[in-house]
Each structure stands twice: as C-alpha cells, then as structure tokens.
C-alpha cells in the first residue's frame, strides 16, 4: 500500500515509518524537517501530491507550553494545517491526545479532531506516550533518574493512563481502534515510587 506520514520526522512519526517500511508498505513523508520526502509547512499550502492507500495525519504543534507561548502558530499548525489537509484527502487518520480544552494545544486539537471527523476521517485517541526517549514524563523520569536528579511530581488528584511507543504504533497500523491506551489510571507519585527506594524526588502543585 502508498501510505503518507505527515509529522513522519517526528516522535512517534518516525516509529510509525520505521515500522510501516518493515512491514513492506511503500511510505512517504510530510514534514517540515529536511529529511522528509515532502517538505512543506501544511498550515500554508499542501503542495502537489500523488494519492495515497493511507494518510496518516501527525504533523503539529505539539506540548502545552509551546503553544500558549504561540497561540497563533498552534492555531496554524493544528487547525489550519489539518482542514489543509483533509481538503486533499478527504479521510485521514488523525492520531488525537485527549487534553484540556482550556489549554491552547488541547482546543486546537479538539477542533482538529472535529475537521478530521467531518470529511469523514479516523480518530484516534492516544493517551500518555513513553518510549524511545520521548518528552513524555515517563521518559523524563528516566532520564533525571539515570542523570540521580531529582523526580519532579505534581500534586493533585489527576490520573494518567500511559501506553509504550509500541504498542501504539501497532495499533495505528489497525484500523479497529479508537483508544490507545493501558486502561490504568496512574497517578505520577505512584509512577515516580516504581523507581528504587532513595530515589530523590520534590512535589509541586501545576501542570506536569
């Protein structure tokens, strides 16, 4: 199958690709990164393409942070960028973290969400990514546990499901999903406890 990737450069696009090609299927990817094989900022144009099995749909202003930093951009970046590119393929599948609509990568990502369902698209709801070195909390633990700095744990009653890079790339390859996640909520202070006893750690209240 012609599948393209956009965002295929970058955290979980690149696992996606990488597992696609072992696979035998013939990949693409959009990207701003220069290694893509489209490069192209889709929030302006989608450039001439040749038609695709599949198109998975990643590219984004991604992290909380970032975005409310630049509501502008997010807004380009996740809106604009994906009616852009459901304009030019009409069904898409749009890999969607569920977040606070109150922040601006959450509202943008709802409202991307809704697009992909209008023309028709997939989505699908992925929780808490670790894996691979990514900018997850997992990831970050490991990374300040290895570094023996101290594990940062935000206080409160909030509960995260996460799910490894794995399995979610093997279930964006099936198309009978709607949810990637492990179905356990865990808060941080019972994830930072499954690192050995001494560990440091320092609790905040806020945003993780």
């Known amino acids: 199958m012609k599948i ?55 590219a984004a202003s991604s992290r909380v942070e970032p975005c409310e930093n630049n509501r502008k951009k997010a807004f380009m970046d996740n809106v604009v960028a994906t009616e852009n590119i459901c304009y030019r393929f009409g069904q898409i599948i749009y890999p969607h973290t569920y977040l606070d609509t109150k922040t601006t990568y959450g509202y943008t990502k709802a409202l991307s969400a809704r697009i992909v369902e209008h023309y028709g698209g997939t989505v699908k709801v992925l929780t808490n990514v670790f894996g691979y070195d990514g900018p997850g909390v997992i990831d970050s633990y490991l ?20 799910v490894h890079m794995d399995e979610v790339v093997r279930r964006l390859i099936s198309t009978a999903f709607s949810y990637v996640g492990s179905g356990k909520l865990l808060s941080l202070e019972s994830v930072a406890n499954m690192f050995p006893l001494g560990t440091t750690r320092h609790y905040f209240q806020g945003t993780p």
């Open 143 to 162: 990374r300040k546990y290895e570094k023996d700095e101290s594990l940062g744990i935000c206080l409160g009653e909030t509960r995260f499901d996460f």
């Open 4 to 58: 393209l990737v956009t965002g295929g450069c970058g955290y979980i696009g690149t696992q996606l690709v990488k597992k696609l090609k072992e696979d035998g299927q013939d990949v693409k990817t959009l990207d701003t990164d220069e290694n893509a094989d489209y490069v192209c900022d889709l929030s302006h144009h989608v450039p001439v393409l040749p038609n695709f099995d599949y198109v998975y749909h990643l």
